[in-house]
């Protein structure tokens, strides 16, 4: 079945380059996302990616697709206490609906001062 | 335009008791999906869910668990019955048509089973 992994945590220092990966194994998605969930809340979608592109750039987000390797990125530049949180990858095979998203783990991002 | 309101945001329900929960879908939104989260899991997916129509439920459990969302009202989660492995965090996602890139998710609502 489908499958999406990630490292359950990063640790990075204030001001910092994060770097959060995650692997999947269903060569049919289409679209791969990243979602935030801060402690308590919901899931906020960051940015998604079309199966097509090899990258994406949303201010201080980049997201990489490595579509051979099955092979997902998201990078967030000059990292804040504020990005701290939970860090959703999940994949669709189509734009949405009949199975659903399939999420991973989630990664913790957690900040030092 | 309020976003994808859930209630309650926390529930305690004792083993064998019923539990309902609600997802008032963003205005305009006719596709509406529930998933689970257990604690230290991602998100599963349980049942997508158009206007009195359920479009998929290969995420829901055989027994005790359904899902409605009628023409008017909210949609419902209801679980019967409750055992302790119910315990988690439901999300309910809606979107105004079925593209995920345009889902917006609720806060949750977090059982608990004691």
């Known amino acids: 079945g489908e499958d999406v992994e990630q490292s359950l945590f990063l640790s990075v220092r204030e001001g910092d380059s994060s770097v959060i990966n995650c692997t999947y194994t269903?060569?049919?998605?289409?679209?791969l996302y990243w979602y935030k969930q801060e402690p308590g809340a919901g899931l906020q979608l960051l940015t998604y990616?079309?199966?097509?592109?090899d990258m994406k750039q949303d201010q201080r987000l980049t997201v990489l697709l490595n579509k051979k390797d099955k092979h997902l990125s998201l990078r967030i530049a000059d990292t804040q206490t504020g990005d701290s949180a939970i860090y959703f990858c999940?994949?669709?095979?189509?734009?949405?609906?009949?199975?659903?998203?399939?999420f991973g783990k989630g990664t913790h991002l957690i900040i030092q001062p | 335009n309020a976003g994808v309101m859930q209630n309650p945001r926390h529930l305690v329900r004792r083993r064998g008791q019923e539990a309902r929960l609600r997802c008032s879908p963003m205005?305009?939104?006719?596709?509406v999906y529930w998933y689970r989260q257990l604690p230290e899991e991602g998100l599963k997916f349980m049942v997508y869910?158009?206007?009195?129509?359920?479009?998929?439920e290969s995420g829901m459990p055989k027994e005790r668990f359904s899902a409605e969302f009628p023409k008017e009202g909210p949609s419902i989660l209801r679980i019967q019955q409750v055992v302790r492995g119910d315990s988690a965090a439901y999300f309910c996602?809606?979107?105004?048509?079925?593209?995920?890139?345009?889902?917006?998710f609720g806060q949750g609502t977090r059982l608990t089973v004691v």
């Open positions: 205005k305009g939104h006719s596709h």
């Open positions: 869910l158009q206007k009195e129509n359920i479009i998929d």
């Open positions: 999940a994949e669709a095979d189509s734009g949405g609906g009949a199975d659903g998203l399939t």
């Open positions: 990616i079309f199966s097509n592109m």
């Open positions: 269903d060569s049919s998605s289409t679209y």
């Open positions: 996602a809606s979107s105004l048509e079925v593209r995920y890139t345009e889902a917006f």
